[in-house]
């Protein structure tokens, strides 16, 4: 079976080279936008089980004076150059089961730093869920290596990490398995060192994402749980490896950011929740944007579409719910409203506000066969749609701020776009204040990026 352009690997890497423009792109986008994902689908022509296993690749567009430049590299991680200098597969599920087993009990790992990238003080690193970041050149996307950021991250840190404006600061978390396993707590401010805040024992295996506020952190655990003698026999499946129980519930835990010892936790009802919004604190209580699954199927369906040369997700099968969760976490209860009828995925808010009140959330989502962006009005539960062309699959939304204004719709919106027909990508150019009229401009490579999960847009310094 022909498989997607957006599943197979990087054709060619590449710096920053000119691309060529249609359109007017406007005068005030003036930064670079970062996107990563998975570059490389198997190892030595054996094809990985799932894409989640492929070696992350990013690319970047950078804007400025109306032109634009583009720029793709693997991330090279050490065991990529292990594989390499072997001549064979070590590693996932391209390698031997034997091979794969001897790697869980040595410890041994490739970091396929896949699934997003943070901008931090001026460094740029790749990111996976469990395991360090690697740090890339901003300037070039070459690799520079994996970190512990001098010592603090004590295991792994996470694919999402979330900006606080009213702290100046990042927020994460990283995994750690184990008899007893636990969430680290890490702050990453504008200006200093990164620290660790405190750790938290979980029972629960699943946690992608989480919210942060001004004053707390928010995680929803949902019931996934390891199944430790697939893992030790090798088993390279997700849908084998980790269980979904939702007789056991599921647990929302609220950590003061400057007391993370007195963290709050109470049981809910089970769901699931690939990707937060925002989160912002209102009449004592935590209200908290994301989008709801009821479990964790969706992890299956990214494999199918690969397997089926589709697009990233059929979000009208498998999107979630757009959800508004009111916390309140001295009385240990939580109510959810559902925002929008449409099912989307990958919401995301203009980040100079992150952590406070936002009205508006951009997400991905399709309709009728046609991939689309929304920009959904959380004050009166309505949304603006952009739809692509029949053919066209669309990617998270990034909003990129202009230096003229500091409203949420003062700025632009970035989507990286796969036109089928061409088997070409580009980078669609939205206005935030009308994001219905279409495209400004697309920024055009010549031929397919391969799969982008997250990106983030840095703004040039004035």
Request: with cysteine.
């Amino acid at each position: 079976m022909s498989r997607s352009p957006l599943y197979r690997d990087v054709a060619r890497e590449q710096g920053f080279e000119p691309l060529k423009v249609e359109g007017d792109l406007p005068a005030g986008l003036s930064g670079t936008l970062y996107r990563n994902g998975p570059g490389l689908f198997g190892s030595f022509g054996r094809r990985y089980y799932h894409m989640f296993e492929g070696q992350g690749a990013v690319c970047a567009v950078r804007f400025g004076a109306g032109r634009a430049l583009g720029a793709q590299r693997v991330v090279e991680c050490a065991g990529l150059r292990e594989e390499r200098a072997a001549g064979r597969p070590l590693y996932d599920s391209a390698a031997s089961r034997a091979r794969r087993i001897a790697n869980l009990l040595r410890g041994r790992e490739r970091n396929s730093a896949n699934v997003n990238v943070l901008a931090w003080q001026g460094r740029l690193f790749a990111l996976r869920d469990v395991a360090r970041p690697i740090e890339l050149s901003p300037e070039t996307l070459e690799t520079l290596g994996e970190t512990d950021l001098d010592g603090v991250i004590l295991r792994t840190f996470t694919a999402h990490p979330h900006f606080v404006a009213a702290r100046r600061a990042t927020y994460g978390f990283g995994l750690r398995y184990g008899r007893q396993s636990a969430l680290d707590l890490y702050e990453l401010p504008a200006r200093g060192c990164a620290r660790l805040l405190g750790s938290l024992p979980i029972d629960a295996l699943a946690v992608h994402d989480f919210a942060a506020t001004d004053r707390h952190l928010v995680f929803f655990l949902g019931p996934a749980h390891l199944n430790v003698a697939g893992a030790l026999l090798g088993e390279p499946r997700p849908d084998r490896l980790v269980h979904w129980r939702p007789e056991r519930g599921g647990e929302v835990i609220v950590v003061p950011i400057d007391e993370p010892a007195r963290a709050v936790r109470f049981p809910v009802e089970p769901f699931y929740v690939w990707h937060f919004a925002n989160a912002f604190e209102r009449d004592r209580r935590i209200v908290v944007d994301f989008v709801r699954h009821p479990d964790l199927g969706q992890v299956l369906t990214f494999r199918d579409s690969a397997a089926a040369g589709g697009g990233l997700i059929d979000h009208e099968r498998d999107g979630g719910e757009l959800t508004r969760a009111t916390v309140d976490w001295r009385a240990r209860t939580i109510r959810f409203e559902r925002v929008l009828d449409t099912t989307c995925e990958f919401p995301r808010v203009d980040s100079r506000g992150e952590g406070g009140a936002r009205r508006y959330v951009w997400a991905s989502t399709s309709q009728a066969g046609r991939f689309s962006i929304l920009r959904c009005d959380l004050e009166r539960g309505s949304a603006a749609t952009w739809f692509a062309c029949p053919g066209q699959h669309v990617s998270e939304p990034v909003f990129a701020p202009s230096p003229a204004g500091d409203g949420e719709t003062d700025g632009w919106v970035l989507a990286l776009v796969y036109d089928e027909p061409s088997q070409t990508s580009h980078v669609a150019v939205l206005d935030a204040a009308a994001p219905e009229r279409g495209p400004l401009a697309r920024v055009h490579f010549e031929r397919a990026v391969p799969l982008t999960l997250h990106g983030a847009f840095v703004a040039d310094a004035r």
